[in-house]
Structure formats: C-alpha cells, structure tokens
C-alpha cells in the first residue's frame, strides 16, 4: 500500500509539471534573448534558506504500479518534503506561478476520495443493470472476480508491479481468507440482484455486528461497552428498514447478511493468522490480487454448479433484448469498476487517519444509496429510509467508538 502511495503521487506531480513544462518552457522560449536571463528553467522551488539541502535522487514510478526503472529525480518537480513550503509550478522572467503544499496534499486526497466513491457507486449501479438483463448472480460474481487477474498479471510480469513471492505453505493462511472474500463477493451479488440496492446496502451495514461476535468466538477478544452499545442503533436500523422495505426480498436478505458474516470471517481470520507476512512483495495490492485469484478459483465451480447448465438460454434470452455487445461491456465495466474501486481504497485510505476513513465509509455507504435510489428510481418509505440512516449512522458510531476505547 505504501508503493501505490507513494507512486500515485510521484505520477500525478509528473502529469500535472509536465503540461505546464511543456507550455511554459515554450513560452520562454519564443522570449527575446534580452528578456531571458540565466537558464530557462519553467520549474523551481521555493525553501526556506534555512530549510534547503540537497535532495536525493528517488525511483522512476508509473502511477501506483511500482518501480519501473531507477532514474534520477528531475529538480523541476515537487518534492513531498516538509522542509518544501511551497511548490512552483511554473516561473519566467516576469514571474512565477506557486501553491501552497498543504493544497497540493488535500487536492490529492480530494482527487483519491472522489475516484473511491465514484467507482464504487458506479460498480453498484452496473452490477444492478448487469442482474437487471442478466439475472445469473453466479456468473456476475466470477466475472467481477476475473477482469482484475489478467490486470494484476499483467502488473507482475511486466515488472511495473514487484510480483509477491510466496512462503512454502502459504495456503495455509491464504486459502481460508480467500474462501471467506469469495462467500462475501457472493453473497453481496446476490443480494443486489435480489432486491433493492439501497436495501442491500442497509442490511450490509450491520457487518460490525458480526465482527464482534466473531471476534470474541474466534480470537477471544472483548470490547468495551460503548463498542457493543453502538450496535444498537445498526441492528435497529437494519430491522426498521426491513420492516417497509418495498423491495424486501428473503433472499436479498440472506444474500446480505451471508456477505457481512464472510467478509467479517476474512477480517478476524485475517488478524489471526496474518501476524507476519506469507511472502515477500505482500503489500496491501498484492495481498487482495492474491486473494480476488483465489477468490474466483473457488467460485467458479460454484456457478458452474448452480447456473452452468441455463446459462445458454439465459445468455441467448438476455442479448436478444439487450444485445450481446451492451452485455459484454457492462459486464466488463462491472468487474473493471469493482476492482479499481479497491485499488483505490488502498491508496486513499493509507493517506487518512482511522476517523476519516470511518467517516468516508460512512458516506460513501449513503452516496451510493442516493445515487442507486435516483438511477433505479427505487421508492424509499419514511420508515425504510429513517432505518436505512438510523443504521448508517450507527456504522459510524461504531467505528469511532472502537478507535477511542481500543
């Protein structure tokens, strides 16, 4: 995660300086000899006199795959350094154009947190259109798992990426947590094809529950009350949203809740065997590339199982009203969107502190349900949607109450 931080900035200094490089060195260019005094560098920085020292060379990278080849730094780009109070985009003769770092930093972060919750708004309204033409949860959920292993694959044998190299008996660890990612995939497809996505978004957001239970079953663990007195709120939320549910549907429900006991299943098994790392180059990318690989390998009997034997007629049903083309590239927009969307998760959330990464789940959970609620058109009773948000909020409850009484 640390590498795709990194290199997500260094990627996104080296986009912006160069466009403005290239125009503003032309601009010097095309002055008159007599206007242009020493070198005609477009790019420098300002550091205080007393905080300026050489900087060292660091690593060519290519927008958060890893080292491509080792080079030195060019001097013309913004250097992360606290000694660097602010970064010159561009001068000239006449002047120079600067902004402060801390707005270079929150514009990134901005940029990163937009891109999260965009894709993964835009993964849950594709996934929906997908079911909508295409009722074969089975076969969405391995498709969604596969378009990222040709990407990762790519990463790593191009060498963009530092391929992860597995410990003898990596399995071990690795299998269980990748069967509990699969089952939770599953189940969340399943319930957004079932029924409402706002309402499978509800019920998803009483995962906290069965982490706690999980984690005092399985690791012993015990938290302080104001943890447990948060839950309230969400299992009451979930249960009022059900209750005038339009939608409700009992499979999107068991879809749902069969997501929030895999996925918090993943998170304990995760911190119980995960002590020291299975390999080397295991940073958070190569762990969940690992993981969506195994993930699909055990899924895929499964949909050959359940829906093998229809999917023919399905397929032939579906496209003659949708088209084949249309379906193919929502498809491939689905599983494009679902693994991008965690890419950019790692990168964002590395860059925040746990309360804002409690808070950005909080209300990337509420933007997708208002963007789903207004593409589906789906209606939302009083009651449903006082429950969906008594939930939501009680997430966030939760959340701040494990970071202060840990």
């Known amino acids: 995660m640390a590498s795709l931080h990194a290199a997500l900035h260094t990627a996104l ?38 905080l300026a020292r050489a900087v060292p060379s660091k690593p060519a990278v290519f927008m958060g795959l890893g080292e491509m080849e080792t080079a030195p730094a060019p001097a013309e780009t913004c250097i992360e350094d606290e000694a660097i109070e602010e970064c010159t985009l561009a001068s000239w003769p006449a002047g120079e154009l ?22 993964n708004v835009m993964y849950n309204i594709t996934n929906k259109k997908c079911q909508n033409a295409f009722p074969m949860p089975w076969t969405m959920t391995v498709v969604s798992l596969f378009v990222g292993i040709p990407y990762v ?20 660890t690795l299998l269980p947590i990748g069967a509990a990612h699969a089952l939770g995939h599953a189940g969340a497809v399943i319930a957004l094809g079932a029924g409402a996505v706002s309402f499978a978004q509800t ?12 984690s005092y079953l399985v690791l012993g663990t015990v938290f302080k009350w104001p943890v447990y007195a948060s839950l309230l709120p969400i299992v009451g939320g979930v249960s009022l949203a059900s ?39 295991m940073g958070a990318a190569n762990l ?20 093998g034997a229809q999917f023919s007629a399905a397929w032939a049903k579906s496209t003659a009203v949708v088209g084949a083309p249309w379906l193919i590239r929502q498809m491939t927009l689905d599983g494009f969107y679902y693994y991008a969307y965690n890419e950019v998760a790692f990168i964002t959330l590395n860059q925040v502190a746990p309360v804002t990464h409690s ?32 939930a939501v909020a009680g997430t966030l409850m939760y959340s701040l109450a494990k970071q202060r009484f840990k």
């Open 288 to 307: 969940y590339g690992i993981l969506t690989i195994i993930a699909f390998l055990l899924s895929l009997p499964f949909a050959l199982y359940y829906e």
């Open 243 to 281: 209750l005038k549910e339009l939608s409700f549907t009992w499979k999107a429900l068991w879809g749902a809740v069969t997501s929030n006991v895999a996925f918090a299943s993943r998170a304990v098994l995760s911190k119980a065997t995960m002590d020291e790392p299975v390999g080397e180059n």
């Open 359 to 390: 808070i950005a789940n909080t209300f990337k959970r509420v933007a997708i349900i208002l963007a789903t609620v207004l593409v589906f058109g789906n209606k939302l009773t009083t009651l449903g949607a006082i429950g969906s948000g008594i």
């Open 98 to 119: 600067k902004v402060p770092m801390s707005l270079v930093r929150t514009g990134k972060l901005g940029l990163c947190m937009f891109a999260w919750f965009f894709l």
């Open 203 to 214: 019920v998803k957001a009483a995962e906290p529950v069965f982490t706690c239970v999980l």
């Open 13 to 50: 200094h080296l986009a912006l300086v160069s466009a403005l490089l290239a125009g503003a060195e032309a601009y010097v260019a095309r002055a008159p000899a007599a206007f242009v005094a020493g070198p005609r560098s477009a790019l420098s920085h300002s550091v205080a006199p007393s």
């Open 153 to 172: 694959l790519l990463l790593w044998a191009s060498g963009l990426r530092k391929a992860p190299k597995l410990n003898k008996g990596w399995w071990k």
